[in-house]
Structure formats: C-alpha cells, structure tokens
C-alpha cells in the first residue's frame, strides 16, 4: 500500500531560524551597518523573504548594489548556511527504502527553497516538491498540498501525513487537506485554535521514527 507524507521545509526539516540570524550578522558587517541592524534585518525577512524584500533593505540601508544582487546574495548565503541533520536525512532515506512517498511542501520563493533543498541533500532524498510561489498560493491553501502530493506520484484523496512546525500553514492546512498531522513544537505550546495536531514531537527526526513505528504496529496488526 502506497504512503504519502510530506514535510514543512523551514524549521521543520532544517534550522531556518538560525540562518536567518548568522546571514543578518554577517549581511551587518559586510556593509558596515549599525549594531542593531542584525535585529532590523532579521525583522524584515523573518516572515517572508521574496526579491521585493531587498528593494526595502536597499533603501532603508542607502546600499550601492541592486535589489536584484542583494537577493542573489541572499540565497547564497542562506543555502550556505542551512543544515539538515544527517539522521534526519537517513530518516527519509529509510522512509523511502520501505515504500514512503516523501515530498516537501512549503512556503516562500522557488529559488531560495530550491536552493536549500540542493545545498542540504534533501533534494536527493524526496520525491516531489511544491513551494508556494510555483503554484501562485500559499500553505494552508489546499493547491500547495495537493501540487506537492502528485509531484509525488501521489493524490491527497489517497491519505496521508503532513509534519510541519507552524500550527495554522502546516497543521490546520494539513488537516483540512484530508492528511493525518505531526507537530514540530520549536519550543513553543499549542495555541488554542486550530485544532489539535494528531501526534506533537520534538524534531524531524522524532517525526519520521513515528511514521516507520506507526507503519510497523499497522503492519502487524493486519
């Protein structure tokens, strides 16, 4: 019987978050930005980072080089500076091994979110991908998860898992999408709204130790 689960890419399956942090220390230094630039910069593409980002950062920061050079440069530190740990990517691999369609469903501009699938090894270790843009809508949005279903060979009316970090994009959209859901907590407790994730873990790695667990009791149970 064919499985399907798909993963939230950023702080789900590597530490965006972190990236984000040293890229600002680093972008402060380079252009020999004020101390609390780092904080400023981090504020500015925390939520979304798309080319229309650095058009801002260009001018608040009065910087010589173009919108367009600063994004380049952008995506090329972040890709350089994220990680997915190698459990983690042992973890898919055995996914796969037993029969698991994995796929990757998230958020943001296709060429940075490629970018990091390519730099970590991530991209070697799925077998589809929808990032937002490419469809022209965002998680929760029903078409993100079901692009990132067939892209796997797969269709969202057949079931499924979706493991992801935010609890409106990835598990409330997930749900709503028809697919079982596995939170990745970050530190943080349950809001009171959207309804409760299925299973609450504390990492990616947990989060695929599940999956082959669950597969393995099903198994044996039928």
């Not at 079931?159 to 943080?188: F, S």
Request: with cysteine; proline share 4%; glycine share 8%.
């Amino acid at each position: 019987m064919q499985r399907l689960v798909l993963f939230d890419l950023d702080n789900t399956l590597i530490d965006r978050n972190g990236a984000i942090h040293d890229w600002a220390v680093q972008f402060a230094a380079r252009h020999s930005l004020a101390d609390h630039a780092a904080t400023q910069l981090v504020e500015l593409v925390q939520e979304r980072a798309f080319p229309v980002t650095f058009e801002t950062i260009r001018a608040q920061y009065r910087l010589q080089l173009s919108a367009k050079s600063l994004w380049r440069q952008y995506c090329s530190d972040i890709a350089a500076a994220v990680r997915c740990p190698e459990r983690v990517l042992a973890g898919l691999d055995v996914l796969r091994a037993t029969g698991w369609r994995v796929g990757v469903a998230t958020n943001g501009a296709t060429d940075i979110q490629n970018a990091k699938l390519q730099a970590t090894g991530l991209i070697d270790r799925i077998d589809g991908v929808c990032v937002s843009e490419s469809v022209g809508a965002r998680k929760p949005a029903h078409a993100v998860f079901e692009t990132a279903a067939v892209a796997c060979g797969s269709l969202l009316s057949r079931g499924g898992w979706m493991v992801g970090d935010n609890p409106e994009t990835d598990i409330d959209g997930g749900r709503r999408a028809g697919l079982r859901t596995i939170w990745i907590p970050n530190g943080r407790a349950w809001p009171n709204r959207p309804a409760a994730p299925d299973h609450c873990v504390p990492d990616a790695e947990a989060a695929i130790a599940l999956l082959l667990a669950n597969d393995c009791s099903r198994s044996v149970t039928t």
